[in-house]
């Protein structure tokens, strides 16, 4: 056991990420973001796909809702319920992520619909 | 919209005979054009395409369904049809679980609002376990139109 000197009371709880990374344990919060859909062909499935892999990386949960459509709140984190957001050039998303790494989240998620997914790989925001 | 109105019900083919993606792509193509939905000298090309954007990224979205489609231009109109496996087709899905339902879209190229209004129709009945559970145990073209006639009124469990 080594002491940290220092700030008393003070004390980090340090987790290894999947990754390896080592991670501070942060609190959960919560981050909203809306985006309008950029692109000619809209969230077709491909996009959809890049979306949930996006959505994957991060361990706070997510969700979308077409605003412009019916405001159905969807699971980010699934092709099958993001296919139902008839996500057409135009429509307003409302992102929502809560977790320990919600606004890094939001910000890449809503970067990458911003982007109208011509970017090559994701993961390049922030 | 009605899911029932989106497929064409003539080219629904009750026991795929391919276990194998393209196979079974061929298969849903060639059925829509002898049943009159797209011209056969089309055939060709819209399979190749549908196979082409299946390399770009495997429609099998997991549970045990996939949604092959492709847009083109020498698609006039909208029109898909189902295919149903018993014994499983590799689709290189999500999950990596063979597919027993496969919803095939063909789409006009420059239409896409369309295009995702009836991608929106096809998963809202594809997510729902109840729909699934009957399409993979609907054995003969009669039940597999009758599921999707009545598909709005299946309630969940």
Same mark, same amino acid.
Request: proline content about 4%; overall charge negative; hydrophobic content about 40%.
């Given at each position: ?82 296919? &139902? ?9 409302? =992102? ?31 | ?20 993606? +393209? ?6 193509? +060639? ?43 020498? =698609? ?25 339902? =496969? ?31 009957? &399409? ?10 009758? &599921? ?10």
């Amino acid at each position: 056991m080594t002491s940290v000197d220092g700030d008393a009371g003070f004390r980090c709880v340090i987790r290894l990420t999947e990754k390896g990374r080592p991670r501070l344990s942060a609190p959960e919060t919560e981050a909203v973001r809306e985006v309008e859909v950029r692109n000619r062909e809209g969230l077709h499935a491909r996009p959809v796909m890049r979306f949930v892999d996006l959505a994957m990386q991060f361990r706070s949960s997510v969700t979308v809702a077409n605003v412009t459509k019916n405001g159905e709140v969807l699971d980010g984190r699934s092709a099958m319920q993001l296919m &139902l957001l008839e996500a057409t050039q135009g429509c307003l998303l409302r =992102i929502k992520v809560q977790g320990v790494d919600a606004d890094e989240a939001a910000d890449a998620l809503a970067a990458l619909v911003e982007s109208g997914f011509e970017t090559g790989s994701p993961g390049q925001s922030g | 919209m009605k899911f029932a109105d989106l497929i064409h019900e003539p080219s629904v083919i009750p026991e795929v005979e391919g276990t194998e993606r +393209n196979a079974v792509i061929r298969e849903l193509v +060639n059925s829509l054009a002898e049943h009159g939905a797209v011209p056969a000298e089309h055939v060709e090309t819209i399979a190749r395409a549908a196979i082409a954007r299946e390399k770009q990224g495997s429609t099998g979205f997991g549970k045990g369904v996939a949604v092959p489609h492709v847009k083109h231009e020498c =698609i006039q109109k909208m029109t898909a049809t189902i295919g149903r496996s018993s014994r499983g087709v590799d689709f290189a899905a999500l999950d990596r679980a063979p597919v027993y339902a =496969i919803v095939m879209l063909l789409s006009p190229a420059e239409a896409p609002e369309e295009h995702l209004a009836a991608m929106e129709k096809i998963f809202r009945y594809l997510q729902r376990e109840k729909f699934r559970r009957f &399409l993979r145990q609907a054995d003969s073209h009669e039940a597999i139109v009758e &599921l999707i006639r009545e598909a709005d009124d299946l309630q969940d469990d």
